[in-house]
């Protein structure tokens, strides 16, 4: 599967943003898939995941309430909407993919978009 990461911009603390990440290839539904974020000088650090069929998520503590993870198999995206984003939430985020369980570890996903890059303004 190969994917695509877009949505990306730049906003002020307290805004909204959401991410798109666009799945070609077969089996989509098939891929659990992942949202990690990787600051200037900082290792990538897990945000969210959801399972194949969607029902179950998987967030840090760190964006718990503020964002939301989601998909739709019928139209290969995951989506991840991005509320009351914080300056600290400045990254780039990358979607990935794994035929596996969800999972916080990054190196654990064999598929990885492009990456976005988020910045948000004090």
């Known amino acids: 599967v190969q994917l695509q990461a877009s949505g990306g911009g730049l906003v002020k603390a307290g805004d909204s943003l959401r991410l798109s990440c666009a799945a070609s290839?077969?089996?989509?539904?098939?891929?659990?898939m992942g949202w990690f974020r990787q600051a200037p000088g900082k290792d990538r650090e897990f945000v969210t995941a959801i399972e194949q069929s969607g029902f179950k998520t998987h967030y840090a503590d760190s964006v718990k309430g503020r964002f939301t993870i989601s998909r739709d198999n019928t139209k290969n995206s995951v989506w991840l909407q991005m509320d009351a984003l914080k300056p600290e939430d400045t990254a780039v985020y990358y979607c990935a993919a794994d035929l596996g369980p969800p999972s916080p570890y990054a190196n654990y996903y064999q598929h990885w978009g492009q990456g976005t890059q988020v910045t948000v303004s004090s």
């Open positions: 290839g077969d089996g989509f539904r098939n891929y659990a």
